[in-house]
């Protein structure tokens, strides 16, 4: 008996799963079963590497029907989505979308049908990539982003660590002068009386460049 299986990859800050399913249902699917990877990059894990992704190869058989939100669930990039459609229809399973509403029947004998199929497994292939590099440069742009805050926020990394600090210190409590402080720790005169104006201050700035 043929059955409809919905696969969702749903990630920390995608829409959960019943919300995949609710939006097939609502499309007219009557899903038998539903197979789900939670918190699995669709920009770097092809399905196949994928926890219950690569069950779908096992469980769907001649005559099931697969539903995915939209292709790029498929793979990662181009050729992981065209080639995950053009193996399901070759074992005659039907792959259908959610959004648009697109089918991908196999066994399609018209050679104009298949060119139109094929052409449009390529359209919908290529998007899904588009949209997946776009992603990887949102996500770079984001990290860049945030290491610029960063470093503003911690300001100059200071010339000193914890253990020239402390024997900074320890030589201003025994009352020693700027010159010979900066003698022994390496540190310029400048640094050596800006901690000496201001030790909190010192111990604040390298707290927050710690590791």
Excluded at 56 to 62: A, F, I, P, T, V
Excluded at 91 to 101: D, F, L, P, R
Excluded at 174 to 185: D, L, N, P, Y
Aim: aromatic fraction near 6%; glycine fraction near 6%.
């Amino acid at each position: 008996m043929s059955k409809t299986i919905l696969y969702a990859r749903v990630s920390t800050t995608d829409q959960t799963l019943d919300h995949h399913r609710t939006l097939a249902e609502a499309a007219g699917f009557l899903i038998d079963e539903v197979v789900a990877d939670h918190g699995v990059s669709g920009v770097s894990t092809a399905l196949q590497e994928r926890p219950e992704g690569k069950r779908l190869y096992d469980k769907l058989r001649h005559g099931d029907t697969l539903v995915v939100r939209w292709v790029d669930r498929l793979g990662r990039n181009y050729q992981d989505v065209t080639d995950t459609i053009r193996h399901f229809m070759r074992q005659g399973v039907v792959v259908k979308t959610v959004i648009n509403e697109m089918t991908f029947d196999g066994a399609t004998t018209d050679p104009m049908q298949e060119a139109v199929r094929d052409a449009l497994i390529a359209f919908m292939a290529a998007t899904a990539q588009a949209q997946a590099e776009a992603i990887k440069e949102a996500q770079k742009a984001g990290i860049a982003a945030a290491k610029q805050v960063e470093a503003k926020y911690r300001g100059k990394k200071p010339s000193y660590d914890k253990r020239a600090l402390d024997v900074v210190l320890e030589m201003l409590s025994q009352e020693a002068g700027a010159t010979e402080i900066s003698k022994v720790t390496g540190l310029t005169r400048q640094t050596v009386i800006r901690i000496r104006r201001d030790p909190a201050k010192a111990q604040e700035t390298l707290s927050k460049w710690a590791d």
